[in-house]
């Protein structure tokens, strides 16, 4: 029995049982995949919290009608093919044979409740019916036909569904957003479904077998893993735990770049980082003298002093010595590759020299002190980009503290409004700047959804103008016209201070492929073996 199960003859050839078993641990190896993400996500609910480590995991579990390809372009989703009945009406053509986790059919019925869930969500620190306000009517026609109907003309409505995953009705209703961290609610129709989550760890996922698409090539299993240290990332990567990796820290890019038996890729992203800052509050919370004391008065309210912490900014520096080329240094809301991008708005030159006089012009001869916050985990370098910032600041008079922390912390406070001063970053999810604009620097309204990601309520009407007349412009150069005269205005205004787009990273072991994404979402279901 041993010899026959250690050694078996094909012709001149001789198998042993330890090249047997290689075999077999190499089929189950390509059968389980696991990748390396740098941020957690705060919630399981698809519609709780826009956040980009939340959609990532969505992205596998969930669908939405429309999808995006990886150069944030429109592609059918759960909707196969869609056409205008009027210049008010939407009428779209559901597939047919979809399947959620559970076994039940994709109906019309959960996806006009998915549609109308993200309204009803509370406690959101970025709501996702900022997505779903332009419709005003939802219809089914018959089984697999919708028609939704828009206050005004609303060319934008096909970006927008991009961010509306579908939910299944029966699942769902009566659940409260906590519930999905337990599993509850987490049924899709994507190409994955739930097995397991580890809070600030990972998620297990095992593959959909009844998925309608593609089937996903190689990957039978697949985990999540949630590493924030850059080090145990890396390290993670190195030593064969994970297959691939996101956010390859900037000072081992050399390291993966010679590795012989590593893949590394990359694609400027439409995010883009920028500071922001209380335009508004006579008092600021974390604005004092040099020595530690209260200001009576914000000089954040004064244009002067936003445009000498802009001059102050050496972008160019940040991208050599923090980002290690990674970075895009700008003066617009969306790159260059995104509609939406004004060419004329050029990156603002260093000069602490004028930013200084400035300061002095705005009655600041002698600066002041401030702290400024950041996210420690959510972006490539984030909390070293911060502390950058506040020694240039320091060399113009401007005394800053920084105080770092988990973005999931840092988005509670944010949005509460308990800074002066920050660094954060947008993506442009719409694959325009219009869904930028409406998130970071328009007017707080809530009946249109502007304003989700304003935490510090910056307010010129004139923004939210140019950017309804925007958004409801259906000729595609007349809309470019306006949306590009917005990004100037909030610019000019410095209502939030643009640094860079930043270059997205993916480094995955050498047999294994990706097609980098300007949005940068990891997709297990998009890698490959060659």
């Known amino acids: 029995m041993f010899t026959a199960l250690t050694h078996f003859f094909r012709g001149k050839k001789i198998y042993s049982l330890a090249?047997?078993?290689?075999?077999?641990?190499s089929v189950s190896h390509a059968q389980d995949f696991k990748v390396a993400l740098s941020s957690p996500p705060?919630?399981?609910?698809?519609?709780?919290?826009?956040?980009?480590?939340?959609?990532?995991?969505?992205?596998?579990?969930?669908?939405?009608?429309?999808?995006?390809?990886?150069?944030?372009?429109?592609?059918?989703?759960?909707?196969?093919?869609?056409?205008?009945?009027?210049?008010?009406?939407?009428?779209?053509?559901?597939?047919?044979?979809?399947k959620f986790h559970d076994g039940s059919d994709l109906t019309a019925e959960d996806v006009i409740w998915s549609l109308d869930r993200p309204a009803t969500i509370v406690g959101s620190p970025s709501k996702f019916d900022v997505f779903t306000k332009a419709i005003i009517n939802k219809k089914i026609i018959d089984a697999n036909t919708i028609r939704l109907t828009t206050r005004e003309p609303y060319p934008l409505i096909l970006a927008d569904l991009t961010n509306v995953q579908i939910v299944s009705k029966k699942a769902t209703q009566g659940l409260s957003s906590d519930d999905f961290n337990s599993g509850k609610g987490v049924v899709g129709t994507g190409p994955y479904k739930f097995?397991?989550?580890?809070?600030?760890?990972?998620?297990?996922?095992?593959?959909?077998?009844a998925y309608w698409g593609k089937t996903p090539a190689n990957w039978n299993k697949v985990t999540l893993r949630f590493i924030a240290n850059d080090a145990t990332r890396i390290a993670a990567l190195l030593s064969g735990d994970v297959q691939a990796m996101a956010n390859v820290p900037t000072p081992d890019l050399a390291r993966v770049k010679n590795d012989a038996?590593?893949?590394?890729?990359s694609k400027v992203s439409h995010r883009v980082i920028y500071v922001y800052l209380d335009t508004?509050?006579?008092?600021?919370?974390?604005?004092?003298?040099?020595?530690?004391?209260?200001?009576?008065?914000?000089?954040?309210?004064?244009?002067?002093?936003?445009?000498?912490?802009s001059m102050a900014i050496n972008r160019e520096a940040i991208k050599d010595r923090i980002m290690e080329g990674l970075s895009e240094p700008t003066?617009?809301?969306?790159?260059?590759?995104?509609?939406?991008?004004?060419?004329?708005?050029?990156?603002?030159?260093?000069?602490p020299e004028a930013a200084k006089k400035?300061?002095?012009?705005?009655?600041?001869?002698?600066?002041?002190?401030?702290?400024?916050?950041?996210?420690?985990?959510?972006?490539?370098?984030?909390?070293?980009?911060?502390?950058?910032?506040?020694?240039?600041?320091?060399?113009?008079?401007?005394?800053?503290?920084?105080?770092?922390?988990?973005?999931?912390?840092?988005?509670?406070r944010g949005a509460k409004a308990e800074f002066s001063m920050g660094l954060l970053g947008w993506g442009a999810t719409t694959g325009e700047s219009s869904?930028?604009?409406?998130?970071?620097?328009?007017c707080v309204d809530p009946e249109k959804g502007y304003g989700t990601f304003n935490w510090l309520k910056y307010c010129n009407p004139k923004v939210n103008d140019m950017l309804s007349k925007a958004i409801n412009t259906v000729d595609d150069k007349a809309r470019l016209k306006l949306l590009q005269e917005t990004a100037a205005l909030v610019v000019s205004d410095a209502g939030i201070i643009p640094v860079h787009h930043q270059v997205s990273t993916w480094a995955m072991k050498k047999n294994i492929s990706y097609v980098p994404r300007t949005d940068e979402y990891t997709l297990a279901f998009q890698f490959s073996q060659k």
Do not use: C
Request: proline share 5%.
């Open 19 to 25: 090249a047997a078993l290689l075999l077999v641990s």
């Open 261 to 265: 038996n590593l893949n590394l890729l």
């Open 280 to 309: 508004v509050r006579d008092k600021s919370p974390f604005v004092t003298d040099k020595e530690g004391k209260a200001l009576d008065k914000n000089p954040l309210k004064e244009l002067k002093v936003r445009q000498a912490i």
């Open 358 to 412: 400035l300061l002095a012009e705005a009655g600041y001869p002698n600066g002041f002190g401030i702290t400024m916050h950041t996210p420690n985990n959510r972006y490539i370098n984030d909390e070293k980009i911060t502390q950058t910032i506040a020694q240039m600041l320091a060399k113009i008079g401007i005394a800053v503290k920084v105080e770092g922390m988990p973005m999931s912390i840092y988005s509670s």
């Open 42 to 98: 705060t919630s399981l609910d698809p519609h709780f919290y826009n956040l980009g480590p939340n959609n990532t995991v969505a992205h596998h579990l969930f669908e939405a009608l429309v999808k995006m390809d990886a150069d944030s372009r429109p592609i059918p989703g759960l909707a196969e093919s869609w056409s205008l009945v009027n210049n008010l009406t939407w009428e779209f053509k559901l597939r047919k044979g979809v």
């Open 435 to 442: 869904g930028s604009l409406r998130a970071v620097a328009a």
């Open 331 to 351: 003066n617009n809301i969306v790159s260059s590759a995104i509609f939406g991008h004004n060419p004329n708005l050029k990156v603002v030159k260093f000069d």
């Open 195 to 209: 097995v397991k989550y580890l809070k600030d760890d990972r998620i297990e996922l095992e593959k959909f077998n």
